[in-house]
């Protein structure tokens, strides 16, 4: 592994295995908090190494990346409220949708790497680097998002509301 993107593909591969291991037989809350953390982890890793090195690159941020930054706010408010089989199926779908728009032919990564070229491989040992971040407990009061569809929604509204209007 060489670059950032090959680390953030790997990175997709274990993070899938630890969250299809959380309700393999039942709930398993451990893997869940590994994958939890992991996954607020590798979202801080693009959001704050990968898209702005590509928004410094071009001078503008990737059009694509604007859709993953709601799917990234829908996913993290998704991690807020206490797990359980339906709200990880939740979560499995929207991430498998989300991945493939970052991983697959002419996606977002090979956006990333088009643009960096061989910056990508410093990236990639920045991204390694990237400590954990800390994790809150559990929140299960009214405002929490149980649904992929309410998850994207509030977070699509944020979005709007901080877009400047042209």
Request: net charge negative; aromatic share 4%.
């Amino acid at each position: 592994m060489s670059n950032i993107t090959e680390y953030l593909i790997e990175d997709h591969r274990r993070l899938h295995e630890l969250l299809n291991r959380s309700d393999a037989d039942g709930l398993d809350g451990e893997s869940f908090a590994a994958f939890r953390a992991g996954l607020l982890r590798h979202i801080g890793i693009e959001e704050k190494i990968l898209f702005p090195a590509v928004k410094r690159r071009l001078g503008a941020p990737l059009e694509a990346a604007i859709r993953l930054r709601v799917e990234h706010a829908a996913l993290t408010s998704l991690l807020v409220p206490s797990p359980d089989r339906p709200l990880i199926d939740e979560i499995r779908r929207l991430l498998e949708r989300h991945d493939a728009r970052e991983e697959g032919p002419g996606g977002v990564y090979d956006a990333c790497e088009a643009a960096l070229g061989e910056e990508t491989a410093a990236l990639y040992i920045r991204a390694r680097a990237q400590k954990a971040v800390p994790v809150s407990a559990y929140y299960d009061g009214p405002e929490a998002h149980r649904t992929a569809a309410g998850a994207l929604a509030s977070a699509e509204r944020i979005s709007a509301a901080r877009t400047p209007r042209k």
